[in-house]
Each structure stands twice: as C-alpha cells, then as structure tokens.
C-alpha cells in the first residue's frame, strides 16, 4: 500500500502534470500525500591569497537574500497547489528543503517514512538521462524507495 506518496514539484507545468495522476490514485488507496520542492542556494566563490587555489565557498548577502525570498515564493506555490488538492479530497502537506535537489528528495523520503517518490519527466527522445531530466535520473538511480515516474507531455 502506498501510505505516503512524496511527490516532487519544481514549479514547472512539466512537473505538475503528474497532479491529475497522483489525485486519483491518492483518493483511491487513501493515501497521505507530501509535495515537496527543493531550492538550491547559489554560492559565490571568493578568492583567496593561495597560488593556485579557485577560492572559498560563500553565501554572500545577496544570495542569502534571494534564496529567503526564492523560500518564501516556494511556500506560497506549495500552499495553493496543497489546498488545491484538498478540494479534490486529498489528505496533503507539503515542505521546502534547501539542497542539491536529487539527494535532497531522496533524503527527504528516508527521514520522513515515505513509501514511494513520484515524479515527473520530462518526455523528451534520446539519452536516458536527457529523457528523465538529470533530478529525475538521480533519484530512480539512487532511491532506495520505489519511484513512480510519470512522462509529461511536450
């Protein structure tokens, strides 16, 4: 049974299209659903005073700045889209994470007891990894956690 589906969203209408999905089948096996987004937060590289060094890792002010408002924009996203599940009687929550997004979702299934990750593709033809998207691929490949990955169409 699937008692609690993590399903990964970017804010991207690729993305979303696994939402009619995952409604159906969340009211069908009474399921807990988690949306989940994941930021990243950009560092700035500082140079140091070390012949051949590439410089230090740092989150300047700016970045911090914009990764707090990125965090906020993320919340407001997952909110609406969580009460839009609610109306279609979904039993839903949601979080933000901030991480590398691949390691971050597998994670975030691990230490929440998350029985299936689910997310979607993006579609296209050719190399594997270029068809699930570089997330996608990450997580089917490293998951210890079924994932149930949905194409999106183009």
Do not use: W
């Not at 949306?35 to 700016?62: C, H, K, Q, W, Y």
Request: proline share 4%; with cysteine; net charge negative.
């Amino acid at each position: 049974m699937l008692e609690k589906i993590l399903v990964c969203l970017d804010g991207s209408n690729a993305a979303e299209q696994i939402l009619p999905y995952l409604v159906t089948e969340a009211r069908r096996l009474r399921s807990r659903v988690v949306l989940l987004r994941v930021i990243s937060l950009p560092e700035t590289m500082v140079a140091v005073n070390i012949p051949g060094s590439p410089g230090i890792p740092v989150r300047t002010e700016g970045t911090i700045q914009r990764a707090i408002t990125e965090e906020a924009e993320a919340n407001d996203y997952l909110k609406r889209t969580a009460e839009s599940l609610q109306k279609d009687g979904v039993d839903v929550d949601y979080a933000v994470v901030t991480g590398t997004a691949g390691e971050s979702i597998i994670s975030y299934a691990q230490n929440n007891s998350c029985t299936v990750i689910a997310i979607a593709t993006h579609g296209h033809g050719g190399f594997r990894r270029f068809a699930l998207g570089s997330t996608a691929d990450y997580v089917v490949h490293h998951s210890q956690i079924p994932v149930l990955t949905i194409r999106a169409s183009t």
